[in-house]
Each structure stands twice: as structure tokens, then as C-alpha cells.
């Protein structure tokens, strides 16, 4: 029996995850869970990419000790976040989270050198003022002459495991910096962010090998394993495994991620306008969809009340409410809030609303507002592509909330899917058996997804 190993790590947690197949079904064990969580250090934002490294070390440990050894590892992440690393390999500074406000006061400086209509027809990636392209202007000089090689989180962590550097596909559509003709860095892209080095590595599509895990790091776990360039964005592992072809397709977690698949991309003035991006799928298939606010907010609000009620509590609240407000939750003033209660709270009475009572109308209006920037998405996907969908696929920690997939059949008239709650990892885990010839083909891994559902 061949076990493959799915590390899927997320904004707020990251998981090991075992798969298998037994008596003719895809079985999955959790053999490890560790907590992530953004640092707050003199007014800007980081991940701990040392703590993350060794939480993935530890749930290799735990893959020996539980006696799940792996023969093949796929780590996949969130998007945007890099890595910049010296002429030593070493950081050459923390690594900012996406949530950092640096970006903020440089977007007008970038367009003065090349406007956002010619960035979109050369990459087809929608604006996000955390975009890896942005980041990487706003680095100081110090860091742009000290930086010789760029990681996405999952390539670093890929290379900590085999000393072997290289930028992956999907993750690396998230940059900006992708020119969709050639497939390649765009140069006057790379021009304009100013790095005194070439600092990208090669770029690898899923379903190849990266490396073996170093004799170090084999010593220290107890195992040898493959490790293998999987979909490692997270929403591109997720599409991997959804069950109904031809529909609309929610990835619902920390974020949302709405859209279709497409074989080419689409860069017209409407998908500009309506700030759709094309980001790099399996397969050379392009992931048409809008990033929006997902399960960030409720989770900003259990942090609020120092996670007085599970996700489950507040999902049950929201039915027990009969508060009907809803706000944008594309509105900036939700991206990095202080205390999210509070600003839920100042949006409606700066609207002239009467702001919630009380956690029940906090959630209720929550989920009802995802839904509804959920049917706005949906429009115009339908508008754009000048098709229409019967079906949403739903995906990921979302698929579970009841309430939250009632109120988007209701402002849809769509039938919801319900795919596997662990979209992301089996998508991750479908690229290593590919790679390892335990399955022929997605539509045959898609069979047994329906019976996890």
C-alpha cells in the first residue's frame, strides 16, 4: 500500500494529511495540525516561515511514529507571499505577510511606469495592492542588492526539504510577473521592480520531481521520500478536485475564491473592469476567478470574542437572527481591521443602518453578505463568459456551514455541490498519484471523490 502525504497549509493552520487507497476507496488520515497565524512586529505584518518549516518537520515525525511513511510529499499554501533569500542562502529579511500595509502608498508610483491595462493584457492577474508584484517594488534598495533567489512559501519550503530551488506554476501566476504568451518573467516587469540579480528559478509545472529529502532532514524525521511539485496554490489544488464539470466553482475559506476553468485565458475590458484574474491551473487550464473576503471575517469575529463559540455556533447563530442588513464585504476598511465586530458596527451607521444587537445578528449578516458578493461574482462571470451555470461546485471549510450554502442557493437560484471538505489536500494528493502512476486520469480520481462527499 503507497501512502502520499498532502501538506496543506492555510492562513490561519496547516495540516498532514495521509492519503491512501482501501478496498477500492480514497482514505485520508490526519496525522498532524499545527497553528499559523500572521506576526504583528512594529506596525507590519510577518509569517514565522521558521516556525512554519519546522511544523512541517514535526508532521513528518508523526508520519514515522503513526507508521504512515510516505513514498511522495506535495506541499501547497496561500499565494503572493515570497521568500527572498542572500548569496548564502540565507533571509535576507522576515518574510511580510500579504496583510502588510507596505504596498499601499507605491500602486499610483507603479502605474506611472506601466499602466494597470497593459500589466492586465501581460499577465492576466486582477489588481490586488498585495500582489507579489507590488511587494517586490516596495523592497528597500538593501533588499533588492542583497536578494539572489525568490521562493513562493511552498517552494522554500521545498527547498528546505531537498536543497533544490524552483518556482512552481500555479503558485507563480500569483506574482503578476508572468507574461501569458511567452510563460515566462515578463522583462519589463522584471525591469521595473528593480533587482539588482535575476533572483527567479526555473519554473516547474505539477506532476514533476523536485528532489529527494536531504540526508539531514532523512536522519531527522526517519524516512526517505520523493517530494513532488504539486498545484502548490492552494485554490489550484482545490479546483483539482472538483466533482461537477462545466459550473461555477466557490473555494470557500479563509478567502473565496469564485470562478470557472477556461483553456484560454480571458483578458478582455469587461474581465479588466470587473476585476476577474487568470491564474495558472493543472494542466495548463486557467482558473477565471475573483478573489473576495471569505471566511476571514467570521473567523476575525471568533477571534474577537477569544474563540468563545465555534464556527459552528456562529453558523447556528445566524439562523436564530432575523437581522436582514448586509454589507460590501469587498470594502477595504474589512481587509485589515483591528477588532472586526467594531467595524461591522461603524460601517452600517456610517450608512445610516441600525449596526447589529448582538453575535447572532453579527453572524447572520456576515454569512449574508458573503453570499450576496457571492451572486454578484457569479453575474458576472455569467456576463463575461456569455454563458450560463446550473451548478456551484462548493469546496473547502465553507462547504460545511449550512446556513452560509442555503443563503447562496436562495440569491443564486443555483444548485449547490457539495465537494469534499478537503478539496485542497485531495487535489494536492491527485498530482502525486499521477506522478506515481497510481491513477490514469482526473476524471477516474473524480469517481472516488464522490464518495467522500
Given at each position: 500500500m503507497k501512502y502520499y502525504l498532502a501538506i496543506d497549509i492555510g492562513a490561519s493552520s496547516g495540516r498532514h494529511l495521509i492519503s491512501y487507497f482501501k478496498d477500492g476507496k480514497i482514505c485520508q488520515k490526519e496525522v498532524y495540525r499545527f497553528k499559523n497565524e500572521i506576526i504583528e512586529k512594529n506596525d507590519s505584518y510577518y509569517w514565522d516561515i521558521n516556525k512554519l518549516f519546522f511544523n512541517v518537520l514535526e508532521g513528518l515525525k508523526q508520519c514515522k511514529t503513526q507508521n504512515y511513511i510516505p513514498c511522495c510529499i506535495g506541499i501547497d499554501t496561500w499565494a503572493v507571499d515570497y521568500v527572498l533569500l542572500d548569496k548564502n542562502e540565507e533571509l535576507v529579511r522576515d518574510v511580510f505577510s500579504y496583510r502588510d500595509k507596505r504596498t499601499e502608498n507605491i500602486i499610483e508610483e507603479v502605474h506611472r511606469k506601466i499602466s494597470f491595462e497593459k500589466l492586465y493584457k501581460k499577465t492576466g492577474i486582477q489588481f490586488q495592492?498585495?500582489?507579489?508584484?507590488?511587494?517586490?517594488?516596495?523592497?528597500?534598495?538593501?533588499?533588492?542588492?542583497?536578494s539572489c533567489h525568490f521562493l513562493m512559501i511552498p517552494?522554500?519550503?521545498?527547498?528546505?526539504?531537498?536543497n533544490v530551488m524552483k518556482n512552481e506554476y500555479t503558485n507563480f501566476t500569483s506574482t503578476q510577473l508572468l507574461n501569458l504568451e511567452s510563460g515566462k518573467v515578463d522583462e519589463e516587469l522584471k525591469n521595473i521592480i528593480g533587482f539588482k540579480e535575476d533572483i527567479f528559478k526555473e519554473i516547474i509545472m505539477p506532476k514533476q520531481l523536485i528532489g529527494t529529502i536531504t540526508e539531514e532532514i532523512k536522519d531527522y524525521v526517519g524516512f526517505d521520500a520523493e517530494v513532488i511539485s504539486v498545484a502548490s496554490h492552494d485554490t489550484a489544488s482545490a479546483f483539482i478536485s472538483r466533482i461537477k464539470e462545466d459550473s461555477i466553482i466557490l473555494s470557500s475559506g479563509t478567502w473565496s475564491l469564485i470562478g470557472i476553468t477556461s483553456d484560454v485565458p480571458i483578458i478582455s475590458e469587461e474581465a479588466l473592469n470587473a476585476n476577474f484574474t487568470n491564474e495558472g491551473g493543472f494542466n495548463k487550464e486557467y482558473r477565471f476567478l475573483k478573489n473576495v473576503s471569505g471566511l476571514w471575517l467570521i473567523q476575525e469575529v471568533s477571534r474577537n470574542l477569544d474563540y468563545k463559540y465555534s464556527y459552528g455556533e456562529l453558523a447556528k447563530f445566524a439562523y436564530e437572527s432575523n437581522y436582514n442588513e448586509i454589507f460590501d464585504v469587498t470594502n477595504e476598511m474589512f481587509l485589515k481591521p483591528k477588532n472586526m465586530i467594531d467595524t461591522i458596527n461603524t460601517y452600517f451607521v456610517n450608512k445610516g443602518k441600525n449596526p447589529p444587537k448582538n453575535i447572532k445578528d453579527i453572524s447572520r449578516t456576515v454569512f449574508r453578505s458573503l453570499a450576496n458578493s457571492y451572486k454578484t461574482a457569479i453575474e458576472e462571470i455569467e456576463k463575461i463568459s456569455n454563458k450560463k451555470y446550473k451548478y456551484i461546485n462548493i469546496m473547502g471549510g465553507g462547504s460545511q456551514n449550512q446556513f452560509l450554502n442555503y443563503e447562496i442557493e436562495k440569491v443564486t437560484n443555483k444548485k449547490v455541490i457539495l465537494n469534499p471538505i478537503e478539496a485542497t489536500s485531495l487535489g494536492n494528493i491527485a498530482v502525486q498519484m499521477l506522478y506515481s502512476n497510481e491513477i490514469n486520469n482526473l476524471k477516474e480520481y473524480r469517481k472516488y471523490l464522490k464518495e467522500i462527499v
Open positions: 495592492n498585495f500582489n507579489s508584484f507590488y511587494q517586490l517594488f516596495s523592497e528597500s534598495e538593501y533588499v533588492k542588492e542583497k517552494d522554500y519550503l521545498n527547498y528546505k526539504l531537498t
